[in-house]
């Protein structure tokens, strides 16, 4: 064999080596090739059956599940989604504990529980209704007083202000009926709660006035007994040295109570024409003082013994003398008229209707009507003035201007006829003074023309 033939020779052999080599390692090298990406390929579809199993746990609800198979996904905003949820669940469960401690009427324990929640939903506003609904029980049951503080801190709850109103309306009307029943202490305490509401202020000094006077006595009783006076039927006729004082014989909360002023000359209990008004067969639910003469001197003097004696008999018959009606025929015009600004200033007595009887050009004399100060009491006292006229007095007279300037309530009544007395029996037989006293309504009749006056009016024309 040549040389040239040995080597091809060894050089086939080589490759023939080489083959045999290069033949498994390529075997080898592709075997690998599809081992790895099998197990890519698995990788991938245990993946995916992982995450689907995760989706089917969220999809159902079961976020905690859900959670843990993302979070071994390496899924953390998947993960933190189902967090939400599961932190969303447990609100909507505290937001039903909460609601059910409010229906079982636990207000408080509701409350705090709305408030655990923070912002959630409207768990803000269900904390203020809690507050709400107890404050409806409080009034349900009375405590006006309690329900009133706790629907003012709520106030941004729709509608709290009108309740809170509603309620303090009520605890007026609450504290109203304790001080006609003369339960003084529990008056007193209410007044108290109600602060400075409407005319509270002025009842709770009246109320206290009353628990002294009636602690320390008087030196003057009337003593109210039926042998110490006439008996008329429904009541009762005493003699006090001021007049003659009417007492109902089944006097009680809702008994009024009036003052008639004569004039200077009329001896009005001695023409009889107001004493026959009480032995009428149905005379009004009234403490009445009927004075035996009275004139324009000390007016104070005399409003203050008045009162002193109306109150004394209301205090032995167990009443608290409210919508007082005042009467006044000629220049007792003048001491009806100022007592009701009077009994305002000292007593917190508002004084309801003031009816005077032909006081006529006594209306001239300025010195003895109302002062300017008295006038704006007596308008605060929200007393109406009813004036019972021939007719020509009004806007013309300078002490009507001065009431009608200051706000008083004040209207003329123009009679038809009558006669100085006859102004009086007319307002008995025709219902003015009935109607004073809160019974039956405004008398209309031919004899009686109204004129409310103000700053614009002209009347007499």
């Known amino acids: 064999m040549t040389r040239q033939e040995a080597n091809r020779e060894r050089k086939k052999s080589g490759v023939r080596t080489a083959v045999r080599v290069l033949i498994p390692a390529l075997a080898l090298l592709a075997a690998g090739c599809l081992a790895f990406y099998g197990w890519r390929a698995w990788q ?7 995450f689907d199993g995760a989706e089917a746990l969220y999809a159902a609800g079961d976020y905690a599940a859900a959670r843990e198979a993302y979070l071994a996904l390496g899924l953390g905003e998947k993960a933190a989604d189902c967090e939400a949820e599961l932190t969303r669940l447990g609100l909507e469960a505290d937001y039903r504990a909460a609601e059910a401690l409010l229906n079982t009427g636990a207000y408080l324990d509701a409350r705090d529980a709305f408030r655990a929640l923070g912002d959630f ?17 409080y009034a349900e049951s009375g405590r006006y007083a309690e329900a009133i503080s706790l629907m003012e801190s709520v106030n941004d709850y729709p509608g709290a202000a009108e309740r809170a109103a509603a309620y303090r309306e009520a605890l007026y009307e609450q504290a109203l009926a304790a001080t006609y029943a003369c339960r003084m202490d529990e008056a007193v305490k209410l007044w108290n709660e109600l602060g400075d509401y409407r005319d509270g202020p002025l009842l709770l000094k009246r109320c206290l006035e009353r628990i002294v006077t009636v602690a320390e006595g008087t030196d003057e009783p009337v003593r109210y007994s039926e042998y110490a006076g006439t008996d008329l039927g429904k009541g009762i ?10 007492v109902p014989k089944d006097a009680g909360p809702e008994t009024t109570c009036l003052i008639f002023y004569p004039g200077g000359y009329d001896e009005a209990l001695a023409n009889g024409y107001l004493t026959e008004y009480v032995y009428a067969a149905d005379p009004p639910n009234a403490i009445m003082l009927m004075c035996y003469a009275n004139g324009f001197g000390a007016v104070p003097l005399k409003v203050e013994d008045s009162y002193r004696a109306l109150e004394q008999a209301a205090i032995e018959n167990n009443v608290f003398l409210h919508d007082l009606v005042l009467c006044g025929a000629s220049m007792g015009a003048y001491t009806a008229s100022q007592a009701a600004a009077i009994l305002y200033d000292n007593h917190g007595l508002a004084a309801k209707t003031v009816l005077t009887f032909d006081a006529g050009m006594h209306w001239e004399v300025e010195s003895h009507t109302l002062t300017p100060e008295q006038c704006d009491s007596a308008a605060k006292a929200g007393t109406r003035f009813m004036f019972l006229e021939f007719g020509g007095v009004g806007m013309n007279k300078r002490a009507i201007q001065l009431m009608v300037a200051h706000g008083c309530d004040v209207t003329i009544v123009e009679c038809a006829w009558g006669g ?33 006056l103000d700053r614009t009016a002209t009347y007499p024309f």
């Open 237 to 246: 006729l005493y003699y006090h040295r001021l007049g003659l004082i009417y």
């Open 44 to 50: 991938a579809r245990q993946y995916r059956v992982a």
């Open 420 to 452: 100085h007395y006859g102004v009086i029996t007319d307002a008995m037989q025709y219902g003015m003074i009935d109607w004073a006293l809160g019974r039956g309504e405004l008398p209309e009749n031919e004899l009686y023309s109204y004129y409310p």
């Open 121 to 137: 939903a409207d768990a803000p506003t269900r904390a203020l209704e809690c507050d709400c609904r107890r404050a409806e029980s």
